[in-house]
């Protein structure tokens, strides 16, 4: 079985450029997630997808971050402008719906510098 | 021995010993707690699971111990190996909800 695909892996940026990150979760998976990973921290959970809809977007600053998965399956993160705190490792998730923790997936992230 | 370093609290350990990784959990009416392992440049991992049901749970060369009076997590490793050498979080769930809130981390060394 295939993971969670995620690209770019590494990205750096200047403070208030735009950056965009992509997911590909694992087949079959409905749900999808966005983490945010600050250096020495547990991931912080951004955004979570049911199919193409949004289930919780309670933590996700809307005034400079967005995401969407328009047909259920791949998903795009993007920052605009970014800023300095941003720089993280973004970590894509994706599950089965309602599944334990053993059936939630981590893709290998992409790690964000800004500069 | 157990430090807390710069970022993360840190455990040396030799090959072979046994590990213990501690971990305070924060919300009372969480139910359900996992452990992941984070190697470098790779995502979490799911290691072991436990309700709130249960007080110990093993699975191959690990154990997790689950004291809810004190709120208080634990996973042993049994025979630490140095592919043991990660990040280790734990997370907990509350009633309902199948996302974890992430610890802060303990990070693993394992001396050959």
């Given at each position: 079985e295939a993971g969670v695909a995620q690209?770019?892996?590494?990205?750096?940026?200047?403070k208030r450029q735009s950056v965009a990150f992509w997911c590909n979760p694992?087949?079959?998976?409905?749900?999808?997630?966005?983490?945010?990973?600050?250096?020495?921290?547990?991931?912080?959970?951004?955004?979570?997808?049911?199919n193409?809809?949004?289930?919780?977007?309670?933590?996700?600053?809307k005034d400079r971050f967005s995401a969407e998965r328009l047909k259920g399956v791949d998903s795009t993160l993007k920052?605009?402008?970014?800023?300095?705190?941003d720089s993280a490792v973004y970590l894509c998730a994706s599950s089965q719906?309602?599944?334990?923790a053993s059936g939630y997936t981590f893709g290998s992230g992409t790690r964000l510098t800004v500069v | 021995g157990e430090s807390v370093g710069l970022h993360l609290p840190t455990l040396s350990?030799?090959?072979?010993?046994?590990?213990?990784?501690?971990?305070?959990?924060?919300?009372?009416?969480?139910?359900?707690?996992?452990?992941?392992?984070?190697?470098?440049g790779k995502g979490p991992q799911f290691i072991i699971d436990i309700r709130s049901?249960?007080?110990?749970?093993?699975?191959?060369r690990v154990t997790v111990l689950l004291n809810k009076t004190v709120k208080h997590l634990s996973l042993q490793?049994?025979?630490?190996?140095?592919?043991?050498?990660a990040v280790y979080f734990c997370a907990e769930n509350m009633s309902g909800s199948y996302i974890p809130t992430f610890g802060r981390g303990t990070s693993l060394i394992v001396h050959p």
């Open positions: 690209s770019p892996r590494y990205k750096i940026i200047e694992i087949s079959g998976h409905a749900t999808l997630y966005w983490y945010q990973q600050i250096l020495g921290q547990g991931p912080k959970l951004l955004i979570q997808f049911q193409n809809g949004v289930v919780d977007d309670s933590q996700l600053p920052i605009q402008p970014a800023k300095l705190e719906m309602g599944p334990p | 350990v030799q090959e072979g010993d046994n590990s213990i990784i501690n971990c305070a959990y924060s919300n009372s009416a969480s139910d359900y707690f996992i452990w992941y392992k984070q190697e470098s049901n249960m007080d110990k749970r093993q699975g191959q490793i049994a025979a630490t190996q140095p592919g043991d050498s």
